[in-house]
């Protein structure tokens, strides 16, 4: 097995791995490092920045995934609970989830208000000082 060290194509590589795969192990095989070099890495500042980095990105194109297959999602259970040939459990479950995920939504929003005026305030005190 070849030694990460440096190398940043190498870096590259394992972090592809460690994305890809649910172990240490598995990502060490797939990127053709040893499992005690990996986890070295995993120690370094700089690679455990990049790996953060790069866990973050595929989160993010994952939440906007799921933005995106938000609006069908809603039309199907839409269609549901206007579906009289549906039985009644079913329309009452897909109204309880639209209707539950409405008052998330508004609660999420209320909160990010509510953060964005308490770090208004704050920056506002510290620039007076």
Known sequence: MKDAGDNSSAHEAAI?????TRTIRGAAKACGISEPTLYRLLRE???KASYRAARRELVEHTLAQLQHDGADATAALREIVK???SPASVRVAAARVILEQGIKAVE????QSRIERL???VSAKGATR
């Open 45 to 47: 500042p700089e690679f």
């Open 119 to 121: 770090e208004e305030t």
């Open 108 to 111: 999420m929003m209320d909160l």
């Open 16 to 20: 592809a791995s460690l994305l890809r």
């Open 83 to 85: 579906n009289k040939q």
